[in-house]
């Protein structure tokens, strides 16, 4: 597996996590979030999250991340 190495940082809920990020590259992948797809038409849960691994240029927080799929029809998460 491939990857960039872990960093140890302070999570949004003070638990000092180790969060992945991605390495900014140099600049020729669009590392923006794509918008929401359109919601469920049946809620679901999530058995397998990750809500630690951070994507993106900005890292989006665990409460974030549940707000975002909470609007598409993702009533619940496992996280693993």
């Known amino acids: 597996m491939t990857g960039s190495p872990a960093t140890d940082s302070t999570g949004a809920d003070g638990t000092g996590?180790?969060?992945?990020?991605?390495?900014p590259g140099d600049g020729h992948r669009d590392l923006t979030y794509p918008p929401l797809p359109p919601a469920l038409v049946v809620a679901v849960?999530?058995?397998?999250?990750?809500?630690?691994?951070?994507?993106?240029?900005?890292?989006?927080?665990?409460?974030?991340?549940?707000?975002?799929a909470s609007r598409v029809g993702v009533r619940g998460v496992v996280q693993v």
């Open 17 to 23: 996590e180790h969060i992945r990020q991605r390495e």
């Open 45 to 68: 849960y999530d058995t397998h999250t990750h809500l630690e691994l951070a994507d993106g240029d900005v890292g989006l927080d665990s409460r974030e991340q549940l707000d975002r």
